[in-house]
């Protein structure tokens, strides 16, 4: 009976992370924006169960790490919903975009000012990587440079 407890356990373990791994996908890159400090990635999450997108990082390129942190309503990322990742000095007062945010989208920050070591290149394409609290990636998206601002 106890192994059969544990292999019940140890498989929806896997089904979890399995449906982790399909769930959340990098939506939207916004590398040239209008205005300084409005750099942020969307992210979805496609699945029927919420995903806690603590201890999630963004790779920007061959740059380091980007923890993403909580703004102010936790990490918890409803099912079938967005998530916004905003640089940590954004201004959620008066930036252009944080308006443009609808009231069911979770508003996440990284742990630092600049994505990668410098902010986002728009003059060269580049790739971006979504990856979870247990260091696998999750998702990978490249998006392509030399567009207008906005």
Known sequence: MKKRIIVFSLLLH???WAQETKSVHISEIM?????TNGEYIELYNSSNTAIDLSKYKIIYSTSSVDTIVEYKDGTNLPPNNFAIIFENDYDFTN???FSLISDTTLVLQIDNSKFGSSGMANTSDRFVYLVNSKNDTIDIHQYTAN???G
Request: net charge positive; no cysteine.
């Open 31 to 35: 590398f040239y924006p209008l205005e």
């Open 147 to 149: 567009n207008k601002a």
């Open 14 to 16: 896997l089904l979890n």
């Open 95 to 97: 930036g252009k975009y």
